[in-house]
Each structure stands twice: as structure tokens, then as C-alpha cells.
């Protein structure tokens, strides 16, 4: 799992020398350069997409800030420091690190770890948003991350893999690996010494790898920036290779799956959400004492996509209107009765799932309105938009997903939602929209089992792929 990585960036670091590892295993595999996302393309909603195998329609977690209706709260994951402190840093963690993998992702799916477990198989994870497993883990007690936050945040155990290293917080075994308090930057190299260990004590059968640097660089530097990243995240892996008796060994002995969970572009302008609902609707605040039912709306920036809360049915029509209005959203869409409507571009489309057309995934739907809103043709029976990759279906898991807001926006090219901290990634990278800059994900087969034959290929395809290889269901 290379977070972020943008299909453009890793070829051009492979062809500049400065990723032998991906270079060989592209050579000797197979590299898809457009596995789409979900939407929105954010890495909450990605990675339990990845590691479900299933969207947000049934893994529930709908964005990196929503609104959780059955607590009456706002849930923030860490869109940035600003934004965690706005709604308390503690509750950030709490929700980041506890409650996103237990009572947020759905609990009648099963994780990969979860399928791989169930099957004896010794599973193995490094820091990475999705961990749910099977084995019992307690926080350990001599950390400093731990002893920081330990009095309060950190004591209960986690149903993770049977190997679980996660920050400082969670370490199954002594590997003299320091996770540093799992600040970007040094997240790679902890991820990889402890794949290394695990690799040289031959401690996993599966081990999800995760190399999360890559996508903190972009959004400070710009996609362009990704070179470096990708190279440190190829010395990493590079570092399993080692630790596996070289490259040919390692390679006969495992297959190895290379996703990203999304994609970056350049952000050049800024959207503030509550700006443009401020005077129009009364705003539920990050730290709102008020009862249940007194505001109107909650607004949920996410970085290039949004959604909106409406809380009085009667006023979600007005809410459309005000987001349509707002000058860098490109889409807005919601749900009227049994079909979805996208509007953009002075067009509506509307859509269900149905049998007049099919996507590229092979799911079906029944369409009417403006085709050019998705920038989208059908031929042959099949919609297709090169603009918009699986737009219907990445939509209609979105607003089909029961923790999503009622108004779910995505943003044109070049802009971002400032997030409620008042952050943003003006001139770095960032991701979250329907559009095909964000949503595109390399990914690369080596030694997988099982054939490799799709029309469309999606981040979703993952967990599936893994579990034939081990020949499970
Ligand atoms: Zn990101």
C-alpha cells in the first residue's frame, strides 16, 4: 500500500532509476495504471475499500469528516492538526485509532485479516487505518506514544492480525523497530523494518505492508514531488527483498500486490464550506452545546469532496441549491426517492441501478438526463466516461451509504475544501473528487494467482484477489 501514489509519478520514477523495486516487479508482473477509487477519494473510505473488498455502501465509513447521526457528533480522522484540534485531539484519536474499526467499519463484513484468519492463515499488518483481525492485541506499556496518551486513550486491546505494529502503539513483538510517534516522514522506515523482521523470521504467510509517507510529501509538495517518495518507499520494500535472501529468492517464495489508494493533484484554490452556508443555514459546530435538532445542516469538508448533513428534510432542496451555486464544486449529487440525480455543468442526470446500460464493472443502470453532466457517452450499451471513471457506482455508493450526508459534493480541478481547522494543501497535491486525476491508483500483480483479466479495474478488486490466491471464497 503506497498511499497516494499517482500512476504518472510512480512510471516516471521508474524510468528515472530511482525504483528498481517496483521496476522489477512491473517487469515480472502485471501493472494496471488505473484501478479506480471510491468516492470520495479519501483514504478513511479508500482504505476500508481496500481492505474490504466492498465501497462505503457496506463498509460504512463515508468520508475522512462526517457526521455521526446515531451520536449526534461530528467524526474527524485527521483531515490535518488544525481540524483534530477543533474538535479535540483526544476524540480524534479516539475515533482514528478505536472506534473507525470497530464501531464504524460495518460488522457483517469481514476484513482481509478477518477472511485470512478464519482460514489458519498467519496474517501480519503494519500501521494502517484497517486493521481489524481476529487476534487480541493490548497496547503496549513502555512506548512513548503510549505513556502520552496511555492515562486516558490508549488502554484498551484491539482485534487486529495475528501480527499487529501499528505507530508504538501496538507491537505484538519486540522488533526494535521505533515507530517515532508515527509522524510522517518516519512512518516508511518504521513500516519497513518491521516488514523486514517479519520477512527474516518468516512470521506471515500474509502481510499487508503499508507506506503511508508518500501521500503526506504530496500534499506538502505537489504530486511532482512524488519522486522522492515513491523512491523511499521502493528502498523500504527493497528492504523486504534483502531481508528474504535478495530479489530472486523473495519473489519465488511471495506474491506481492502494489495498490494505492488514490491518486493527487495540484490544489490552486480554496473552497470554505462555511463561508458559503454562513448567513444562509444555522451551522452545527465542531463544539456545539446545544441540543440535538437545533442546527439546520452539518457541513463535512474532505479535502476535494464534501459532504453535507441536512437535518430537516425540508430544507434539503435549498441546501442543493446552495451548494450548486458555489463557484469550484463541480458536482453535487443526492438521492430523490429510488434514484440518484448528479448535477454539474447546467445539467442533471439521473440514475438507479437497472438493466438498459451497463459500466465497465458490469453493473447495470437505468439512465436519463444529461450525459455530458459526467462527461459520459454510451456505446454499445456500455456508459462510459474517461473524465469520470465508474462514476455511477462510485456515486451510488456514496449517497447509498447510510452514514453519508443527504448532499455529497466534488470539487473541479485545481480546488479543495478547506477542512475545519481552516487547513488546506494550496499548492501541494490532493484527492477526493469523482474526477480521474484523483481517482486512478496503480496497481501491480506479481506472482498473484488466478487470472488478471477485468475491463475495469478498481482498489476494491484487492481483497478478492488475495483471498483466491490463498484459494479462499
Ligand atoms: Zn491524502
Known amino acids: 500500500m503506497i498511499d497516494g501514489a499517482t500512476p504518472a509519478m510512480l512510471e516516471r520514477a521508474v524510468e528515472a532509476g530511482r525504483a528498481p523495486t517496483l521496476a522489477t516487479l512491473i517487469e515480472r508482473g502485471r501493472y494496471i495504471p488505473d484501478a479506480v477509487s471510491v468516492f470520495p477519494s479519501v483514504t478513511p473510505v479508500c482504505a476500508a475499500a481496500i481492505a474490504t473488498g466492498y465501497a462505503q455502501d457496506r463498509h460504512h465509513i463515508p468520508s475522512m469528516n462526517w457526521f455521526d447521526r ?42 482481509v485479516f478477518e477472511a485470512l484468519d478464519d482460514a489458519a492463515l498467519r496474517t501480519a499488518g503494519t500501521t ?16 512513548l506514544l503510549t505513556r502520552i496518551a496511555a492515562a486516558s486513550l490508549v488502554r484498551r486491546p484491539v482485534m487486529g492480525p495475528r501480527e499487529l505494529f501499528y505507530a508504538d502503539i501496538f507491537a505484538s513483538r519486540d522488533t ?59 528502498r523500504q520494500l527493497a528492504r523486504l527483498l534483502t531481508a528474504g535472501g535478495g530479489k530472486e529468492r523473495f519473489l519465488k517464495e511471495h506474491a506481492v500486490i502494489v495498490v494505492a489508494d ?25 463544539t456545539d452545546l446545544r441540543e440535538p435538532g437545533q442546527a439546520e445542516v452539518a457541513l463535512c469538508p474532505a479535502a476535494r469532496a464534501a459532504m453535507v448533513y441536512v437535518f430537516d428534510e425540508r430544507l434539503r432542496d435549498r441546501a442543493i441549491d446552495r451548494a450548486r451555486t458555489i463557484a469550484g464544486v463541480e458536482h453535487v449529487i443526492w438521492r430523490d426517492g429510488a434514484e440518484a440525480v448528479v448535477a454539474g455543468n ?52 456514496a449517497i447509498a451509504c447510510p452514514t453519508s450526508g443527504e448532499v455529497l459534493l466534488s470539487a473541479a480541478e485545481g480546488f479543495e475544501f478547506t477542512d475545519w481547522g481552516g487547513a488546506s494543501h494550496l499548492g501541494g497535491g490532493s484527492h477526493g473528487s469523482l474526477g480521474a486525476g484523483d481517482s486512478l491508483a496503480p496497481l501491480i500483480c506479481c506472482g498473484v494467482q488466478g487470472e488478471l483479466t477485468r475491463e475495469q479495474w478498481s482498489i476494491k478488486d484487492v481483497t478478492p484477489l488475495i483471498k483466491r490466491h490463498f484459494g479462499l471464497r
Open 70 to 111: 446515531s451520536e449526534d457528533r461530528y467524526v474527524e480522522y485527521g483531515s490535518s492538526f488544525r481540524a483534530s484540534l477543533r474538535f479535540g485531539l483526544a476524540r480524534q484519536l479516539t475515533d482514528t485509532i478505536y472506534n473507525m474499526n470497530d464501531a464504524h467499519l460495518a460488522s457483517d463484513i469481514r476484513t
Open 176 to 234: 526494535g523497530c521505533h515507530g517515532s510517534l508515527g509522524l510522517p516522514g518516519v512512518r516508511d522506515r518504521h513500516a519497513g523494518c518491521v516488514g523486514s523482521y517479519l520477512v527474516e523470521y518468516d512470521l506471515f504467510d500474509f502481510l499487508l505492508l503499508s507506506l503511508p509517507d508518500n501521500d503526506n510529501h504530496s500534499h506538502r509538495y505537489g504530486p511532482e514531488g512524488q519522486l522522492n517518495s515513491i523512491a523511499e518507499a521502493d
Open 346 to 397: 447546467g445539467g442533471e442526470l439521473r440514475f438507479a441501478p437497472g438493466s438498459r446500460v451497463r459500466d465497465p464493472r458490469g453493473r447495470g443502470w437505468d439512465v436519463h438526463g444529461d450525459l455530458l453532466v459526467l462527461a459520459a457517452r454510451i456505446e454499445g450499451g456500455v456508459v462510459l466516461s474517461e473524465r469520470f471513471p465508474d462514476a455511477l457506482g462510485r456515486a451510488w455508493d
Open 128 to 143: 494502517y487505518l484497517m486493521y481489524r483481525g481476529r487476534h487480541r492485541h493490548e497496547p503496549a506499556r513502555d512506548s
Open 262 to 286: 488514490h491518486a493527487h493533484t495540484l490544489i490552486e484554490n480554496t473552497i470554505s464550506l462555511v463561508s458559503e452556508f454562513t448567513g444562509f443555514f444555522d451551522i452545527r459546530r465542531p
